[in-house]
């Protein structure tokens, strides 16, 4: 038995769960998501709690199990209080802005990256730390907006500079004079 899948989901109190079959829909005071799941996986609400049980034991369904119970909790985890994202941009020269909705990246290209949010992420700048939030429902689309503003500028291993995770380290290198030390 997965160690995950078995371990119940808690339903807040302004969350609404709707199983239809294998389709599960979330409803929350952050909005809205709706599902389709493995019909191998049954999922089930009792006492405000959401139960996911596997109805075989062959090795892809076993594998859904976690997986399915992890999706289910991120659902109702986001519709309730949401997920944040956050990101630092580092680089002499480089600044964020928003124009209306827009995130807009200065980078060190000729041109900036204009990044229009995907329906229920919105953005919020620092622009003195030159820190990136960004906020949703969606656990998914949100990593995933995340990684595609890494990649326009991704940090570098010689001076640190570009965009990444807050908090992430950066392993550095020594670059020609460190090499000639040694």
Same mark, same amino acid.
């Given at each position: 038995?997965?160690?995950?899948?078995?371990?119940?989901?808690?339903?807040?109190?302004?969350?609404?769960?709707?199983?239809?079959?294998?389709?599960?829909?979330?409803?929350?005071?952050?909005?809205?998501?709706?599902?389709?799941?493995?019909?191998?996986?049954?999922?089930?609400?009792?006492?405000?709690?959401?139960?996911?049980?596997?109805?075989?034991?062959?090795?892809?369904?076993?594998?859904?199990?976690?997986?399915?119970?992890?999706?289910?909790?991120?659902?109702?985890?986001?519709?309730?209080?949401?997920?944040?994202?956050?990101?630092?941009?580092?680089?002499?020269?480089?600044?964020?802005?928003?124009?209306?909705? =827009?995130? /807009?990246?200065?980078?060190?290209?000729?041109?900036?990256? #204009? +990044?229009? !949010? *995907?329906?229920?992420?919105?953005?919020?700048?620092?622009?003195?730390?030159?820190?990136?939030?960004?906020?949703?429902?969606? =656990?998914? /689309?949100?990593?995933?907006?995340?990684?595609?503003?890494? #990649? +326009?500028? !991704? *940090?570098?291993?010689?001076?640190?500079?570009?965009?990444?995770?807050?908090?992430?380290?950066?392993?550095?290198?020594?670059? =020609?004079?460190?090499?000639?030390?040694?």
């Amino acid at each position: 038995m997965s160690r995950i899948g078995k371990l119940p989901i808690r339903i807040p109190d302004s969350v609404q769960v709707e199983i239809n079959g294998s389709e599960v829909t979330v409803k929350g005071p952050k909005g809205e998501m709706k599902r389709q799941f493995s019909p191998d996986i049954i999922i089930t609400q009792e006492d405000g709690m959401l139960l996911v049980k596997r109805n075989s034991d062959l090795a892809p369904v076993r594998a859904l199990h976690g997986t399915t119970r992890a999706l289910l909790f991120n659902m109702v985890t986001g519709v309730s209080t949401g997920f944040t994202t956050e990101l630092e941009v580092d680089g002499v020269g480089y600044r964020v802005e928003m124009e209306g909705e =827009k995130l /807009v990246l200065f980078v060190g290209y000729s041109h900036p990256f #204009k +990044i229009d !949010p *995907p329906k229920g992420v919105h953005f919020e700048i620092d622009s003195k730390t030159h820190l990136v939030k960004i906020n949703g429902s969606d =656990k998914e /689309v949100i990593g995933q907006l995340a990684n595609d503003i890494i #990649k +326009i500028r !991704p *940090p570098e291993p010689y001076l640190g500079k570009g965009i990444r995770y807050k908090g992430q380290k950066i392993r550095r290198k020594a670059g =020609k004079a460190g090499k000639a030390k040694a």
